[in-house]
T-cell receptor, first 112, second 110 residues
Framework: RKEVEQDPGPFNVPEGATVAFNCTYSNSASQSFFWYRQDCRKEPKLLMSVYSSGNEDGRFTAQLNRASQYISLLIRDSKLSDSATYLCVVKEVWGSQGNLIFGKGTKLSVKP | GAGVSQSPRYKVAKRGQDVALRCDPISGHVSLFWYQQALGQGPEFLTYFQNEAQLDKSGLPSDRFFAERPEGSVSTLKIQRTQQEDSAVYLC????????FGPGTRLTVL
């Protein structure tokens, strides 16, 4: 079983739609949680961190449920520029640094 | 530049050829990571350096893979006797806390 699992999609949605991505992780000792965005043939870039209290950044809302080991990302009023692959990421800490464990990614395509 | 740079950006190798991939981290970043991203997959951890010390190499898929960071700055990932399954994007990331990824080297082994 992969450590971080997410639906690969693709999710094809019209502009303005609300779309939600889900992710589960297997290691209950995971320390930190993130969503990264990766455009085609580009490197992953941090979109936002995820906290149990939930956090919002403009049209993006992320939520963590530690008991269920479940992470979500909600995108409201989707734009064409939101088209990308969204990677669910958990951080396992050892020493003073930690390694990132990536899911396979969920591909989003926003259409006019 | 201010970001992580990698070279070459693209590399085509014949099966059996040795390749060397270079990563220039952000100046002052102590930690450096290498990841392998196969087509349609998320990046997978290969190895980790703190300064010049390689603290974890558990993700290296075989003894054909070797990484070094002799002066605690630039790092090189070397793959000997490349195989077709080595075809992937090799990403380097550096950090003082938050990780910043380089653009990657796309390796194609024919």
């Amino acid at each position: 079983r992969k450590e971080v699992e997410q639906d690969p999609g693709p999710f094809n949605v019209p502009e303005g739609a609300t779309v939600a991505f889900n992710c589960t992780y297997s290691n209950s000792a995971s320390q930190s949680f993130f969503w990264y965005r990766q455009d085609c043939r580009k490197e992953p870039k941090l979109l936002m961190s995820v906290y149990s209290s939930g956090n919002e950044d403009g049209r993006f809302t992320a939520q963590l449920n530690r008991a269920s080991q479940y992470i979500s990302l909600l995108i409201r009023d989707s734009k064409l520029s939101d088209s990308a692959t969204y990677l669910c990421v958990v951080k396992e800490v050892w020493g003073s640094q930690g390694n990132l464990i990536f899911g396979k990614g969920t591909k989003l395509s926003v259409k006019p | 530049g201010a970001g992580v740079s990698q070279s070459p950006r693209y590399k085509v190798a014949k099966r059996g050829q040795d390749v060397a991939l270079r990563c220039d981290p952000i100046s002052g970043h102590v930690s450096l990571f290498w990841y392998q991203q196969a087509l349609g997959q998320g990046p997978e951890f290969l190895t980790y350096f703190q300064n010049e010390a390689q603290l974890d190499k558990s993700g290296l898929p075989s003894d054909r893979f070797f990484a070094e960071r002799p002066e605690g700055s630039v790092s090189t990932l070397k793959i000997q006797r490349t195989q077709q399954e080595d075809s992937a994007v090799y990403l380097c990331a550096s950090s003082l806390g938050r990780k910043f990824f380089g653009p990657g080297t796309r390796l194609t082994v024919l």
